[in-house]
């Protein structure tokens, strides 16, 4: 028998399978030893003000003792090391307590005077030299660098290391953190570091201000860290992201490496080294709405899942099938879209907005040769219209153009600098390329889980009417916004209390998927995809049937989720959500009752429509 | 000749100095322990100690042991000093002054070892 304690133990206490990994290999890490050893620095710089005060003090003491004083009786009497100790010592703090043990004389004031002006000196400048290494900005950094380096090395969860902390980053890192994953950040810029403790992170998020660049910048942010999961690089910069590919691959072969870059070139070189998955927005913008022209509902639906959770559900365009394209702006995004857009058999004028005049870019084989404004381009004859130049200003005011001159427009365009939203939000635009959003959708996706990149990737493939249908079956059970994307596995460890079922080879996918509270409601969750080894079925209705071993990837609401969990972790919920009997939890009422562990039940009630 | 080294070794060899030079003579007879020696004694055991701040090598997180394990002692010597002759009804009893200078013999042997590593330091200097 299964009680949910022993379930709750195995859950907390179970050997993980996740592969273990190797140990923490040698970094570089001169920076570092730097680091520890702030302390050092404050003890050095320290020594001359320490010494002047203790001389001070010294010599203040030892006058006090050797000057002759008198008692009440008018004695001389010469007052002890520890009256002068603590007298110098009230002095110097400016306490003042008054003239012990007997009034002084006046060669004992003359000489107290001197000690208190020196003392006071001392004082301001033991403590004025150690405000101002509090202050030094060398000081600062070193201890911003060992409180860094301690948060990271004290991560025991997996967490991603992302070079480069641009919008790309920011958006990542909140996607990551609402899956609960851990994130470390590398940037160069301390404003961007400052406004990671501004963002609203669930998560503590360590920063650092650092040249990603510099292996040992990258040691020191975790890469030689065991819990490492993944590296990201992230920058605007092509050659840095280049930087952190290369020490990646030559540090740490086994992880995994995104890298995000605007140049075939560089994703040559970067490729060079290991394995790593490069994004390039053009690229994918370009197959993306390649997809949005053949597939409008599959596109729907990959944007949606891409955008993770909390995203809603976005609109499906309407563009149109064929017709002369034309894409206005010039450089390494229009050439890479016409291409596309040509392979596709599509007619396409790549045109020069008047805000850019100048030469034709003679190497673009579909130019038009007369470097024209929009309106010149018979725009009317045009069903898709494409505003790709470097300028958010100009892409806006072609956009406008092209609109004006013909309403039908099927408009694309690219938005450089995240300020300008707003503004391209209020235009009628039907597809927007924004290069950070398209590479952290697509650094997500393949990030998250493996299970849905796989979905992503066999997904076009199905046809538009078989994406419509799953977003279909995903509304009508989450809504239109997308709660939770999640994996279970069916294996011993993690759904123990199916097992039997599972091998009984009767396990419909329908019965898992029922609410252990009603069994004839149907849980808020739609399977995506069930992965059996190497295969896998895309969306499966309720009559597939599961064996043991599966991974399923659903997308639903987090309570279908935890319902999912009791399914698999107590038998008595198993057994009711399968077959409709309750069961019993307790030994004593399952002898009164005579229950007998029945994991071969046909279920012979009621299915609910799993849609 | 390097002047900080001048004014380091200095400072070690006089700490231990003024130690012994109060240590010296018979533990109970206050007449042959002189109060200003050990205030000298402290006074520059505090400064040996501080010379002594942020020195990364081993040998001077050892050095640095030592200084602040003569300090101790001395403090504690000084502090019995003092309440013998303030606080305790008796007064300085040959007792009391066996204690404090028991207790300034502990920082001699510290001093000591902080003598011997300069002299290690030196030596292994010269051979390299």
Aim: a neutral charge; one cysteine or more; charged letters at 20%.
């Amino acid at each position: 028998m299964v009680n949910p304690l022993l379930a709750f133990w195995r859950r907390l206490l179970g050997d993980d399978d996740r592969p273990v990994r190797s140990r923490a290999r040698r970094m570089p890490h001169a920076s570092a030893t730097q680091a520890s050893e702030t302390i050092f620095l404050v003890l050095r710089r320290m020594r001359t003000p320490l010494i002047v005060l203790i001389v001070i003090f010294a010599v203040s003491v030892l006058g006090l003792k050797l000057i002759p004083g008198q008692d009440a009786q008018g004695q001389p009497a010469r007052m002890g090391f520890f009256d002068a100790f603590y007298i110098m010592s009230y002095t110097a703090s400016t306490i003042g307590f008054g003239e012990i043990p007997h009034p002084f004389t006046y060669a004992q004031r003359m000489w107290v005077t001197v000690a208190i002006y020196l003392t006071v000196i001392g004082w301001a400048y033991a403590i004025g030299s150690l405000l101002a290494l509090l202050q030094d900005r060398a000081f600062r950094q070193a201890v911003a660098l060992q409180q860094f380096r301690r948060k990271v090395s004290r991560l025991r969860e997996p967490f991603l290391l992302i070079a480069g902390y641009g919008r790309t980053g920011e958006l990542l890192g909140h996607a990551f953190d609402a899956l609960g994953r851990r994130i470390v950040v590398i940037d160069r810029s301390d404003g961007r570091i400052d406004d990671l403790e501004l963002d609203s992170y669930r998560a503590d998020v360590p920063g650092l201000v650092g040249d990603v660049r510099d292996p040992g910048h990258l040691g020191i942010a975790g890469l030689g860290h065991p819990s490492c999961e993944a590296v990201l690089a992230l920058t605007d910069d092509d050659e840095a992201n280049l930087a952190v590919t290369m020490t990646a691959a030559l540090l740490r072969p086994d992880l995994p490496v995104v890298a995000r870059t605007t140049s075939p070139a560089v994703a040559r070189q970067m490729r060079a080294f290991g394995a790593p998955s490069v994004v390039n927005p053009f690229d994918v913008f370009g197959d993306h709405l390649r997809l949005a022209l053949h597939a409008p509902a599959s596109y729907q639906l990959l944007v949606w899942l891409q955008s993770g959770p909390g995203a809603t559900l976005p609109a499906r365009g309407r563009p149109p099938r064929a017709g002369r394209w034309v894409i206005c702006g010039s450089g390494r995004f229009v050439r890479e879209l016409a291409r596309d857009l040509d392979a596709d058999g599509l007619e396409v004028v790549v045109a020069k907005p008047a805000a850019v005049s100048g030469t034709l870019d003679r190497d673009d084989p579909a130019s038009t040769g007369d470097g024209a404004d929009p309106a010149q381009v018979d725009l009317r004859q045009a069903t898709g219209f494409v505003a790709g130049t470097d300028s958010d200003t100009t892409n806006l005011s072609l956009v406008a153009t092209a609109s004006h001159a013909n309403p039908d427009l099927f408009v694309a365009a690219r938005q450089n600098r995240p300020a300008s939203a707003p503004l391209f939000a209020t235009m009628a635009i039907d597809a927007l390329l924004v290069p950070p959003e398209v590479v952290a959708h697509e650094v997500y996706a393949q990030l998250s889980t493996p299970l849905l990149r796989r979905f992503l990737r066999e997904m076009p493939a199905r046809g538009d009417e078989w994406a419509a249908g799953v977003v279909d079956r995903l509304t009508a059970l989450c809504g239109r916004d997308l709660q939770a994307v999640w994996k279970v596995r069916l294996t011993a460890r993690e759904a123990p209390a199916v097992q039997a079922w599972l091998t009984s080879g009767r396990a419909r996918l329908g019965d898992l998927m029922r609410d252990p509270a009603d069994r004839d409601e149907p849980l808020p969750a739609v399977p995506l995809l069930v992965l059996r080894g190497e295969d896998c079925s895309l969306a499966p209705d309720g009559d597939f049937l599961l064996a043991a071993g599966d991974e399923i990837l659903l997308a639903g609401r987090p309570t279908a989720r935890r319902s999912l969990e009791t399914t698999l972790q107590l038998e008595t919920v198993t057994e009711y959500v399968h077959s409709g009997r309750r069961v019993p939890s307790s030994w004593i009422w399952r002898r009164l009752s005579r229950y007998e562990a029945a994991p071969t039940t046909n279920p012979t009630s009621r299915t609910p429509d799993s849609r | 000749m390097n002047l900080e080294k001048v004014v380091f070794g200095f400072f070690v060899l006089l700490a231990a100095t003024l130690n012994f030079g109060f240590f010296i003579g018979d533990i109970d007879n206050p007449a042959l322990h002189n109060v200003y020696e050990l205030f000298a004694a402290v006074v520059v055991s505090l400064i040996t100690t501080v010379l002594k701040f942020g020195d990364r090598t081993q040998l001077g997180a050892v050095h640095l042991a030592t200084s602040l394990v003569a300090d101790l002692q001395l403090l504690a010597a000084a502090l019995v000093w003092g309440y013998a002759e303030y606080v305790s009804s008796s007064g300085v009893t040959p007792g009391s002054m066996a204690s404090v200078v028991s207790l300034s013999g502990g920082a001699l042997l510290a001093n000591l070892v902080s003598v011997v590593l300069l002299v290690v330091e030196t030596v292994s200097f010269q051979r390299r």
